[in-house]
């Protein structure tokens, strides 16, 4: 836990507050000026005065939520009024930026008359393309909200209602799921009838779960059908024919505990009371209705959710509200119905049964992640939430009626785009991949990274995937991931039909290269060899392995079986580092520890080869520690020779150099300090003097989070393989067997010199 000096150093420096508004238009000279305000703000202003739709067009409307409270019912504590819940406010905003990239207006209406609350929000709907209520008091906040949704034309949503019903649904689902439990049998126990807990009640009996079937409970306990004491309306909605009148009678062999309290409402002995297997959802904020573990105590085969983020399951409403919204935004939407609801539902509890990255598994400190008992609801930092949710929340907002859009052409891929350039690359290689998908042989079919990757590629229909190994050993790991390999081919290399073809080809390959029969037939029990060999006799499309070997040792076995392409006489290899700002290619990282001028000429026209692949207009720096002949040693010549080189063989390839790293990637500096360069911009190729230098550097930017490396790549290999570092990741696999897939497509339609 931070302190408190802590949390208000973070609110007060170096800037008061958490949000700033940045203008997203240039704003430098007297013509900017002009286009901004007057005159040139004339002519939209008149656009939408005929037409208000345009005002989505031409003003930030489109993306723009107000976050609106009036501080009755802040967080855990209480009616601390408007002001005092304005950081609150701010955080929110905060969550809608990092979430779903959405820009918010935090509002702090300083009334506590409902009424008085409704005119002013309704006053501010030109300004906004929706509105997310928070933090108010039940019943307020139900009639707010009710009354809102009448009068407005924009999507009106209370997250402390509908976000924690979202979210706790889709945890129920599973939990359900879990213990062989079904809906319409489910008994249900909500204690809290406050915004969350009637809108959770309602969520769960729309998804199924019978109105009998549930009980409510409140601070003067269960709410029963004649009760008068502390009632409303929405109360009365849940008030059920029983003789229980506490919370013990209440949850006496319920299923499922809900809690949307305080501190201690639950405890040891009540839990005791649940049915065998029971689920127990402690969601009060920010401290549970009984502490994650104290309850695991007391109930071992219960499956229990809190809010908290260092507990298992949390039931957190960011992954609710950021996303709903964006679907929403995105299509236009007047409102956002039950329909859409139960999408992001539906979508959320899937995902949580979908094998987990190993991006999200290192943020959460590094532990195996699977769907079971600890984990029955997406993490919040799972990027793959907008790509899921947001699609199924826009498609269900198209079927309701309410969506003035359609979801535009490529919605998906437009999503991952907002997660940042390198997410839209890898999508343009995999959506080519996925047009033809080619069947690539993975030798390390046992190691369990590999079996992901296999398993995420064949399921999304980038590869065929080929495992090489023991199937009762693959099956084995594959059972302990929880992973079904249904359709994914599975190869024995020691006992096939291919061996005696592959013994015969081999050793002719091999016999004067100091290898005997003997020796032949023993390396064909290597599985490197063994799938290089059925790359080499098309049974397969390419090959990717490495994980489980040093790199040397991985790249050995397809050198002595697949030869170089005609016209190169050293393989390379290469890095794709991809950043938010932009993507590079690193070269040689991999492969060749100090090339001659002529090594490194042959490397950067094959690096320029693989930025076509990648669709970039390649600009090759040839690096150095000299910036065009500012040192002369023979390190700096031997890199000017290069570029000579390259210039005769190709004189097309815009490339230059010896330069210094920074004057290749930063355009004020290059163009700047030598405007004589032959780059003009930036470059995006970059070849580095030795392995010593590539090696280091994109080490150095991956592992400090500055980019993301993808690869390696082999170049100047005539078959499309691929050579993993020991240390990589599923998600890096497969990308990797995407490029694979994509280079063998090149290979098969005469384009060789494109892997």
Not at 58 to 78: D, S
Not at 116 to 121: D, M
Not at 527 to 542: F, H, K, N, Q, T
Request: hydrophobic letters at 45%; proline letters at 6%.
């Amino acid at each position: 836990m931070h302190t408190e000096d802590e949390v208000l150093r973070y609110h007060q420096h170096p800037r008061p507050g958490k949000t700033e508004v940045v203008p997203t238009k240039p704003f430098l000279s007297q013509a900017d000026l002009s286009l901004a305000y007057t005159p040139g703000v004339a002519i939209p202003c008149l656009k939408i005065h005929a037409d208000p739709e345009r005002s989505f067009d031409y003003t930030n409307r489109a993306n723009l939520i107000a976050v609106i409270t009036n501080g009755t019912a802040v967080l855990g504590l209480g009616n601390i009024g408007a002001l005092a819940g304005k950081p609150v406010m701010e955080g929110k905003a905060v969550l809608f930026k990092r979430f779903a990239n959405i820009d918010v207006f935090d509002l702090e209406v300083n009334t506590p008359d409902a009424d008085a609350f409704i005119r002013t929000v309704k006053c501010l709907e030109p300004t906004f393309g929706g509105i997310n209520l928070e933090d108010i008091k039940a019943p307020d906040c139900f009639y707010i909200e009710e009354q809102l949704k009448q009068q407005m034309s924009i999507p009106v949503f209370h997250d402390d209602q509908h976000g924690t019903a979202i979210i706790s649904a889709a945890a129920m689902l599973n939990a359900v799921r879990l213990t062989g439990r079904e809906l319409d049998s489910l008994r249900v126990v909500i204690n809290g009838a406050g915004a969350a807990g009637i809108a959770c009640a309602r969520l769960y009996v729309l998804l199924g779960i019978p109105k009998e079937n549930l009980m409510m409970v409140d601070t003067r306990g269960v709410i029963y059908a004649g009760r008068d004491a502390g009632m409303n309306p929405y109360k009365a909605e849940f008030a059920c024919a029983t003789g229980c009148r506490t919370l013990a009678e209440a949850a006496e062999g319920a299923d499922l505990l809900v809690g949307m309290s305080a501190k201690g409402a639950f405890t040891p002995d009540l839990l005791m009371r649940m049915a065998p297997h029971p689920i127990i959802f402690a969601l009060a904020n920010p401290d549970p209705e009984i502490d994650y573990h104290e309850a695991k105590v007391a109930r071992p085969d219960a499956i229990v959710a809190t809010g908290r983020s260092d507990y298992p399951n949390q039931v957190n409403n960011v992954l609710g509200f950021p996303y709903i919204f964006r679907a929403a935004l995105d299509v236009r939407a007047t409102s956002i119905t039950e329909a859409m609801k139960l999408a992001a539902v539906q979508a959320l509890a899937d995902l949580a049964r979908e094998d987990v990255p190993d991006a999200v598994i290192r943020a959460y400190g590094g532990k195996p992640i699977r769907f079971g008992a600890d984990y029955i609801i997406p993490k919040p930092l799972d990027d793959r939430v907008l790509l899921k949710v947001v699609p199924a929340v826009a498609a269900a907002a198209v079927d309701s009626g309410v969506a003035r859009l359609q979801p535009p052409a490529g919605y998906v891929q437009r999503l991952e785009a907002s997660l940042g350039p390198e997410r839209e690359l890898m999508r343009k290689i995999i959506i080519r991949a996925q047009q033809q998908p080619l069947r690539i042989v993975l030798p390390e079919g046992n190691h369990p990274v590999i079996i992901r990757a296999a398993y995420r590629a064949f399921r999304e229909g980038i590869a065929h995937p080929v495992l090489l190994g023991d199937p009762a050993e693959i099956h084995a790991q594959a059972a302990d991931l929880d992973i079904a390999l249904d359709g994914i081919e599975i190869l024995n290399p020691r006992r096939n039909s291919h061996l005696e073809a592959f013994e015969e080809k081999l050793f002719a390959l091999r016999q004067r290269k100091g290898w005997t029969l003997s020796e032949t037939r023993r390396q064909l029990q290597n599985r490197y060899i063994y799938g290089a060999m059925m790359v080499r006799e098309g049974l397969v499309d390419g090959q990717v392995h490495g994980i489980a070997q040093s790199y040397p040792n991985a790249i050995r076995p397809v050198l002595q079986v697949i030869p170089r392409r005609a016209g190169v006489t050293k393989v390379s290899g290469l890095y794709l580092m991809m950043s938010k700002n932009r993507t590079l290619l690193f070269a040689d990282t991999t492969v060749n520890i100090r090339p001659s001028a002529e090594d490194l000429a042959e490397i950067a026209l094959l690096a320029a080869e693989i930025a076509l692949f990648f669709d970039m207009q390649p600009r090759v720096a040839m690096l150095s520690f000299s910036n065009f002949g500012s040192v002369h040693h023979p390190e700096a010549e031997r890199v000017t020779a290069a570029v000579d080189l390259v210039r005769r063989r190709n004189p097309a390839l815009i490339i230059d150099g010896e330069m210094q790293a920074d004057t290749a990637i930063e355009d004020k500096v290059l163009n700047g300090l030598f405007p004589f360069n032959r780059l003009e911009q930036a470059a995006n190729v970059l070849i580095f003097p030795d392995l010593a230098a590539g090696n280091i550097a994109y080490k150095l930017i991956d592992r400090l989070g500055a980019a993301k490396a993808v690869g390696p790549l082999l170049m100047g290999i005539s078959k499309p393989f691929n050579v993993l570092q020991r240390s990589t990741d599923m998600e890096n696999v497969v990308n990797v067997m995407a490029i694979t897939v994509a280079q063998a497509q090149n290979h098969k339609n005469g384009r060789a010199g494109m892997v």
